[in-house]
């Protein structure tokens, strides 16, 4: 069975400073993956997918970048994190579309809650 | 554009009453795709649900009843019988053919009061 993985599961960092977040698949192979992020109290709001290894589609544009250096393996950092990038990540993955269904649903990983002071 | 509208956005009842939650879509693809998330407390969404266009059939699942009407562009989902476990943020959500992207409705608080 398919497993997704997110660490931190919480991380308090101080303005200015670097994030990393991790992500990683287990049980599939050429998965879409996603990053989203809920700030309090509201909404999702899609910030990258990935549809392979090195392909990044941005939605938002903010100091926030992701990578896909493996295929079951999502990277979300920051080179300086501001006050409003405080929030739960969530990393998500669904079935690759190119050669399987048409559309399918997102499986989600347990979160990091990001607080920055 | 796709668009997913959740227009109650926060819910309280007392345990055992049923519930309904309202959703809304709108696209003009023929070929799309609908779904529920549950997220509790802890954060987590949990995949409740997918219906494709073409199946309208209302489907059951033990407590949790889902209506798909094409006409009125809704797909609500009915708890039966609520249960305290079931106070969660739930979502909505839309996705049209080979799109690799799910549009989320923001949302409906439900608070199931002991």
């Known amino acids: 069975s398919q497993t997704i993985h997110q660490w931190p599961a919480t991380l308090v960092q101080p303005v200015g400073s670097p994030l990393s977040l991790e992500c990683t698949v287990e049980?599939?192979?050429?998965?879409?993956l996603y990053w989203y992020r809920q700030a309090a109290g509201r909404g999702l709001q899609l910030l990258f997918y990935s549809v392979g290894i090195g392909q990044i589609s941005s939605e938002v544009p903010q100091n926030l970048s992701a990578s896909r250096p493996q295929d079951r393996q999502f990277i979300l950092s920051s080179k300086k994190l501001l006050l409003s990038d405080s929030g739960f990540y969530l990393c998500?993955?669904?079935?690759?579309?190119?050669?399987?269904?048409?559309?399918?649903?997102?499986?989600f990983g347990p979160g990091t809650r990001l607080t920055v002071t | 554009a796709q668009k997913v509208t959740q227009a109650q956005t926060e819910i309280s009842v007392v345990e055992k009453e049923d519930v309904t939650l309202d959703c809304v879509y709108e696209t003009r693809d023929t070929t799309y795709y609908l779904f529920w998330y549950k997220q509790p407390p802890s954060g987590e969404l949990v995949f409740l649900i997918r219906?494709?266009?073409?199946?309208?059939q209302n489907e059951i699942s033990g407590r949790y009843s889902w209506n798909f009407q094409k006409s009125t562009s809704s797909f609500n989902f009915t708890i039966t019988a609520s249960q305290v476990v079931d106070s969660a943020v739930y979502f909505c959500a839309l996705s049209v053919n080979r799109d690799d992207k799910i549009i989320f409705g923001k949302g409906t608080r439900l608070h199931i009061l002991p």
């Open positions: 998500a993955w669904s079935v690759e579309m190119r050669s399987g269904p048409t559309s399918y649903e997102q499986y």
């Open positions: 219906r494709n266009s073409f199946d309208e």
């Open positions: 049980g599939t192979s050429n998965p879409n």
